[in-house]
């Protein structure tokens, strides 16, 4: 006979959905032996979809400098203790170069809100990567801007917009972030990025200080409403330089949960297994893998730099040059069963029944 929880999972599976209530039982109360059949459900339809390719991100952190003080990042602000850097714009076109010898078609330029790249000088970093590399896909990851700024990239080339809602709570939004920052804003410019013609990633962090499953199922809710093309989820880890510096991280199981579920909520989502997963388990990524992600975003930055761009403590791949990094991964990759796809990686509407 089928558990409750196996019922919840076909009926996620067939409909797409489940009764609030249904969620959060999912979530407390799945057992391993269930986890291995939402998991398999989620590889089902993820093959389904996307077959066993896994996209490459070439990401770039072209600086650590920013203007906001999220009492959970590394590069904050207030944060005093960490070395500020900002790439020049030939050295970011070098790791675009680079990374477009070694497969790459996606560039994901992801900062702190750094004053110093204006609009004009974002517009023509995208205009230079999009004249080298026209097969390319270039994604931006900047933070809070204006309709117009937003729009002005949009018109230069860029492709895709990553910023993650973090939560859908007000309230746990305002735990997280100083009164200066919003909720309802950064939701506004989730919706005009989409109303623009982006292809726009959400998400958040599993574990983050004060979360609680009400709220996550609030955020399987705002997701559902918002239909991003991609959701970056990844554990909190805490910095110790940072007000949430002595809290607990995000669970491991948590993490793959919300991933499989997420996959079977939006079957042709763009899902990264993403770095913080890497760095809480020495195979995160892999089992991120296994639970229905299907992008890996890979770091382009200079080695230089690599430690500087410290969101959270312990980050993995900190020493090591992008060839390495794309070797390493193709053979992670390859070890779950999948392979390495070498194209945009675009994300594929799949009509939901
Ligand atoms: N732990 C995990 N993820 C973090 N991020 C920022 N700080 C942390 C942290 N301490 C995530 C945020 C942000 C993305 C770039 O990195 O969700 O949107
Ligand atoms: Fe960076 Fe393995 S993916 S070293």
Redesign the pocket.
């Given at each position: 006979m089928a558990t409750k929880n196996e019922e919840r999972i076909k009926r996620l599976t067939e409909t797409h959905n489940l009764p609030r209530e249904d969620f959060k039982q999912l979530l407390s109360t799945l057992t391993d032996d269930e986890a291995e059949i939402l998991y398999a459900a989620a590889r089902r339809v993820r093959e389904a979809v996307y077959g066993k390719a896994v996209y490459l991100r070439g990401l770039i952190e072209f600086t650590n400098v920013c203007k906001n003080n999220?009492y959970?990042?590394?590069?904050r602000r207030d944060n005093a203790r960490i070395s500020r850097y900002r790439l020049d714009d030939e050295t970011i076109l070098d790791c675009c170069d680079q990374g477009y010898d070694l497969d790459f078609r996606t560039f994901v330029l992801?900062g702190g809100e750094d004053p110093a790249y204006s609009d004009a000088r974002i517009c023509n970093l995208v205009r230079e990567i999009k004249a080298r590399h026209p097969d390319c896909a270039v994604t931006l990851?900047i933070g809070e801007k204006s309709e117009a700024s937003y729009r002005a990239y949009f018109e230069a080339g860029a492709d895709r917009y990553?910023?993650?809602h973090?939560t859908a709570n007000p309230e746990h939004y305002r735990m997280l972030h100083p009164p200066e920052l919003s909720g309802e804003n950064r939701k506004r410019c989730l919706k005009t990025l989409k109303a623009i013609g982006y292809q726009v990633g959400a998400?958040?962090?599993v574990g983050?200080p004060g979360q609680t499953l009400d709220y996550l199922v609030d955020d399987l809710m705002f997701m559902r409403e918002l239909q991003p093309e991609m959701i970056?989820i990844?554990?909190?880890?805490?910095?110790k330089d940072?007000p949430?510096g002595t809290q607990a991280?995000?669970s491991l199981e948590m993490t793959l949960h919300l991933l499989a579920i997420i996959r079977l909520m939006q079957p042709d989502v763009l899902l990264p297994a993403?770095t913080?997963l890497g760095?809480i388990d020495p195979i995160g990524r892999e089992k991120g893998i296994l639970a229905g992600a299907n992008v890996v975003m890979p770091n382009l930055s200079p080695t230089s730099v690599r430690g500087k761009y410290l969101?959270?403590?312990g980050k993995i791949c900190t020493g090591d040059e992008a060839a390495e990094c794309r070797r390493c991964m193709a053979l992670r990759i390859e070890r779950t069963g999948y392979y390495v796809a070498v194209d945009r990686g675009d994300h594929i509407a799949v009509q939901q029944s």
């Amino acid at each position: 006979m089928a558990t409750k929880n196996e019922e919840r999972i076909k009926r996620l599976t067939e409909t797409h959905n489940l009764p609030r209530e249904d969620f959060k039982q999912l979530l407390s109360t799945l057992t391993d032996d269930e986890a291995e059949i939402l998991y398999a459900a989620a590889r089902r339809v993820r093959e389904a979809v996307y077959g066993k390719a896994v996209y490459l991100r070439g990401l770039i952190e072209f600086t650590n400098v920013c203007k906001n003080n999220c009492y959970y990042c590394g590069i904050r602000r207030d944060n005093a203790r960490i070395s500020r850097y900002r790439l020049d714009d030939e050295t970011i076109l070098d790791c675009c170069d680079q990374g477009y010898d070694l497969d790459f078609r996606t560039f994901v330029l992801q900062g702190g809100e750094d004053p110093a790249y204006s609009d004009a000088r974002i517009c023509n970093l995208v205009r230079e990567i999009k004249a080298r590399h026209p097969d390319c896909a270039v994604t931006l990851s900047i933070g809070e801007k204006s309709e117009a700024s937003y729009r002005a990239y949009f018109e230069a080339g860029a492709d895709r917009y990553l910023l993650r809602h973090e939560t859908a709570n007000p309230e746990h939004y305002r735990m997280l972030h100083p009164p200066e920052l919003s909720g309802e804003n950064r939701k506004r410019c989730l919706k005009t990025l989409k109303a623009i013609g982006y292809q726009v990633g959400a998400g958040m962090m599993v574990g983050s200080p004060g979360q609680t499953l009400d709220y996550l199922v609030d955020d399987l809710m705002f997701m559902r409403e918002l239909q991003p093309e991609m959701i970056g989820i990844g554990p909190f880890i805490p910095q110790k330089d940072t007000p949430f510096g002595t809290q607990a991280q995000g669970s491991l199981e948590m993490t793959l949960h919300l991933l499989a579920i997420i996959r079977l909520m939006q079957p042709d989502v763009l899902l990264p297994a993403t770095t913080a997963l890497g760095t809480i388990d020495p195979i995160g990524r892999e089992k991120g893998i296994l639970a229905g992600a299907n992008v890996v975003m890979p770091n382009l930055s200079p080695t230089s730099v690599r430690g500087k761009y410290l969101l959270y403590d312990g980050k993995i791949c900190t020493g090591d040059e992008a060839a390495e990094c794309r070797r390493c991964m193709a053979l992670r990759i390859e070890r779950t069963g999948y392979y390495v796809a070498v194209d945009r990686g675009d994300h594929i509407a799949v009509q939901q029944s």
